[in-house]
């Protein structure tokens, strides 16, 4: 016959039954809460960054660093190897077109200008001697040309009286066979003397031509040599800030010897330098955005410079606001080169997470946990990346440097 139990005894067994299957299930979630601490580790959201996907435009940009130059700068240089005599500007003031900055030694200038002047002076002596001379020859030579006319006038006439006594035999035949002979030599002598005339003012024509060559010469060297006794008084080619200048005076200085340079205030352009890598991406017309601090300012590219040197190439940029407050000489801005746009396209803050171009593995965060995923990456603009595929507008991606999860293909996110 079976006992009857109390119920008392029946309930505190349930109780015990109960309290060892909640014993169990929580040693069972605990061992699984550490295997999942342990496969899965947690990071804590306020200790990475987290981008949100989002819809926007995007331009990809090549960045660079640039310094502000003037648009108009020039360079004076020294004419000849001299000194600095004197010194009349400050480096940094502002100065007006044609002011006195410097001036050099001109000694050794004035002593050739006055070489060249003297013998200027002599080419004008001799010119002028060589046209008297040549006066003085004509004249010689036309006088005994008017005597030997006249004595042929006379040769013909006693020619003429022989030959007529010859007829009547009142003269021998040598006698007139001299007569003859005698208008002849007397012609002779004419011609010649005509000649003479001739090559003489040929000759002394082509002595005075030479002479005047040789004065034609000395004058160009003298022009020259007072252009560049101007050019030693150094002064500014235009109004602006004198941005260089040889202060020294007594300093020597060589033949094309820098010793000064002038720039056009308020009127700048950018000069940007960046990894010869990317050269091949650049051209003249891409537009171009030149940041410094809060201030952004549109430009476009001017010219890509031919020369690379030491992995580097450079770029000139003009300015649509040249003239704008924030800029000056030698200020360092950066610039971002736009070789890309695309708008309605997938974005993300830019991060250490990305590294360039293609598939890439980043944490997307999805209800509180990280999973490893493959993202296509596009363009970039510095500040934001493109996501190509792998993602979808609203989803959270840890943008910060997850290099030592490598291994790992989840994350929990801690809030």
Do not use: C
């Not at 039954?17 to 605990?30: E, F, H, K, N």
């Not at 060249?116 to 046209?131: D, G, Y």
């Not at 006794?229 to 007594?250: I, N, Y």
Request: hydrophobic share 40%; glycine share 6%.
């Amino acid at each position: 016959m079976d006992t009857h139990i109390n119920p008392a005894i029946i309930a505190r067994r349930k109780r015990k039954t109960a309290l060892v299957v909640a014993a169990l299930l929580a040693t069972l979630s605990l061992t699984a809460w550490a295997i999942n601490r342990a496969v899965s580790p947690s990071v804590d959201a306020s200790n990475v960054s987290i981008a949100t996907v989002r819809t926007g435009a995007i331009a990809n940009t090549i960045n660079a660093s640039g310094i502000v130059i003037p648009v108009h700068e020039e360079l004076v240089s020294s004419p000849i190897q001299t000194r600095v005599s004197k010194v009349h500007a400050k480096l940094g003031q502002q100065v007006e077109a044609g002011e006195l900055l410097l001036e050099l030694d001109n000694r050794t200038i004035q002593l050739a200008i006055d070489s060249l002047k003297e013998q200027l002076a002599q080419q004008e002596n001799r010119i002028l001697a060589l046209t008297l001379e040549m006066d003085q020859k004509r004249k010689q030579l036309s006088s005994a040309i008017e005597l030997l006319e006249l004595d042929l006038q006379a040769t013909r006439v006693k020619l003429g009286r022989y030959q007529t006594l010859r007829k009547a035999g009142g003269v021998s035949a040598e006698d007139l066979l001299t007569a003859e002979l005698n208008v002849k030599r007397t012609e002779i002598q004419l011609r010649q003397h005509r000649e003479q005339i001739e090559d003489s003012k040929r000759v002394t024509s082509s002595n005075i031509e030479g002479a005047r060559l040789q004065k034609s010469i000395l004058q160009k060297q003298l022009h020259e040599q007072q252009q560049l006794l101007a050019q030693t008084q150094v002064r500014a080619p235009f109004a602006g800030m004198l941005t260089w200048l040889l202060a020294d005076e007594g300093a020597s200085v060589n033949t094309g010897q820098l010793v000064a340079k002038v720039s056009e205030l308020n009127n700048y352009k950018v000069e940007a330098s960046l990894s010869d890598f990317h050269a091949r991406a650049l051209s003249a017309g891409q537009q171009v955005l030149v940041e410094q601090g809060n201030v952004k300012l549109q430009g476009e590219v001017q010219t890509v410079l031919p020369e690379i040197q030491n992995g580097t190439v450079k770029l000139l940029v003009t300015l649509a606001e040249p003239h704008h407050s924030i800029l000056r000489n030698k200020l360092r801005v950066e610039v971002n080169i736009i070789t890309e746009q695309k708008p309605n396209t997938l974005l993300a803050d830019n991060g250490p997470a990305f590294n360039g171009r293609g598939p890439q593995d980043i944490f997307v965060v999805r209800d509180g946990i990280a999973r490893k995923t493959t993202l296509n990456i596009g363009a970039s603009d510095g500040k934001a990346v493109e996501i190509l595929s792998g993602a979808r507008a609203g989803d959270q991606l840890i943008i910060s440097d997850t290099s030592r999860y490598k291994e790992r293909d989840s994350l929990r996110v801690a809030q």
